[in-house]
C-alpha cells in the first residue's frame, strides 16, 4: 500500500514540472528514487545523482514520509 502511495505521490511531482517530463520518462523518474528496507522499515532516500532542484529533493522526501511514516 505504501508504494503504490509514494508511486502516485511521485507521478504528481513529475506531472508538476514539464522539465522533469521532457528529460524522463516517469519510470526513469521513479526509478531515482528506490525505497530501501533494513529490517523491515523503508530507509530515508538518498539524494539522486540526477541533477534535481532541492525544493524538487524535498518534495519527494515530504511524499516519502507521508507514504512511510516513521513507526509504520
Not at 532542484?53 to 524538487?56: F, G, L
Given at each position: 500500500m505504501a508504494e503504490k502511495l509514494f508511486?502516485?505521490?511521485?507521478?504528481?511531482i513529475y506531472e508538476k514540472y514539464d522539465w522533469i517530463k521532457e528529460q524522463l520518462s516517469f519510470k526513469e523518474f521513479?526509478?531515482?528514487?528506490?525505497v530501501v528496507?533494513?529490517?523491515g522499515k523503508a530507509v530515508s532516500l538518498?539524494?539522486?545523482a540526477f541533477d534535481l532542484?532541492?525544493?524538487?529533493f524535498l518534495e519527494v522526501l515530504v511524499?516519502?514520509?507521508?507514504?512511510y511514516p516513521p513507526g509504520s
Open positions: 508511486e502516485m505521490k511521485l507521478n504528481v521513479k526509478e531515482l528514487f528506490p528496507y533494513k529490517k538518498d539524494k539522486p532542484d532541492r525544493e524538487i511524499a516519502f514520509k507521508q507514504s
